[in-house]
Every structure is written in C-alpha cells, then in structure tokens.
C-alpha cells in the first residue's frame, strides 16, 4: 500500500452561519462570482454523480451553462451514459471544487430533461467547433485511437463547412433542482465549517455540521 501524505493548513478564516444568505441560490451566487473574480480555471466546472440501473455509481465533470432559483443547467448527448443513467434514477449529486479558494460546494437534487428550446437559444451562442463536436455520434462509446475521433470531427467540419450548423436532435438540456446544499469552507487545523441547506416543505432550513 502506498501512503499519501499531504499537510495543508488552511488559513481562511472559516464560516459563521452569520455570514451566509438565508436562500442557498444566492449564496451560490456569490461564491460562484468570487470564484470567477478569483481567475480559478473552468469555475463552473463541476461533477456530475448518477447511478446506473445495475446500482453502479458514476461520477463526470460537466459544466454549468446557467442557473437561477429553479436550479443547475448544463446540456448532455441523449446517446451519453449519464443520460441513460439520469433516465432510469433522476436522483443525482452536483459538487464544485473550489480548492484554491478552501471551498466547496455539494448538491443533491432531482435532473430533468427542459425543452429543446432551452438549448436551442444556447447553441446560437456556443463556438463553432463546440457545436460541431455535438454531431460526433455515439459519445462513450469505445474508440481504438484518438485519430479516430478527430477524423470524424473533420468530417463534421467539412460536411457543414458552407452550411449552418444544424439542430442536433439529440443533444439535450438537464436541470437538476437542488433538494440539500451544502456550503464547505476550510478551517484553521482542520476544523473545517460545513452549513447544509436543506428543503423541508418549500422553505429552506440551515443547519451546521459536524466537519
């Protein structure tokens, strides 16, 4: 067995319940503009927990395209695996890591796929390259070489390359509305400040735990 012995001492001077919004969306808000004013690379990257249907947990990075009381966007292939495993069990799990800062942030919800016009309004605004990506078929799927995967983007890029870009039909929007929220922020020797926001009968309730 390989021991890992890493000593960090976290010097950011914690959390008081004091300090934190009473709506955990505002709260995000703004740790997530600190985040951004902070320069941390892909703030809004976060990762995505689902569970397939034979019980096996899976955990992605996606990002977070937007957000507002309703909840947490970001768009996926249908053809994907988190897809399926959002299809068969809503029940999913968000996590920012923040580390630079001595934050994070975890959420636990329920996904839904939105409207296609949802993503439809957010395609008219995605790069070209990123958008071509999406008609790279069969995304997960097993590959022998990475050539491969470039030599079909290349055939995407010239099939449409005097053509708009098409809707993709199969490139989806989910939300996932948060059920529990929990604010981390690191402590001087480890003791570490956790607040979790949590939805009991429409009305948030905060409560601090244990680190």
Known sequence: MHSIRVKHDYIERGLECKDLDTDPMNQFELWLKQAIEAKLLEPNAMS??????????SIRTVLLKSYDNDGFLFFSSAK????????????????????????????????????????????????????????IPNQSQTV??????????????????????????????????????????????????????????GNWRIEKLSS
Do not use: C
């Open 48 to 57: 995505l927990a689902t569970v397939s249907h034979s019980g096996m947990p």
């Open 80 to 135: 994907s695996k988190k897809t399926e495993d959002m299809m068969h069990n809503p029940n999913v799990a968000l996590h920012f890591a923040w580390l630079e800062m001595e934050r994070q942030i975890k959420i636990q919800g329920r996904v839904q796929q939105l409207s296609t016009l949802t993503l439809f309004k957010h395609l008219l605004t995605r790069p070209k390259g990123t958008t071509l990506k999406t008609w």
């Open 144 to 201: 022998s070489y990475r050539s491969l995967y470039e030599t079909q983007f290349d055939a995407m890029k010239q099939k449409f390359l005097h053509n708009k870009i098409p809707f993709p039909n199969f490139w989806h929007a989910y939300r996932v509305t948060p059920l529990v929220i929990e604010f981390w922020q690191g402590g001087k020797d480890r003791l570490h400040d956790r607040f979790e926001y949590r939805l009991v009968e």
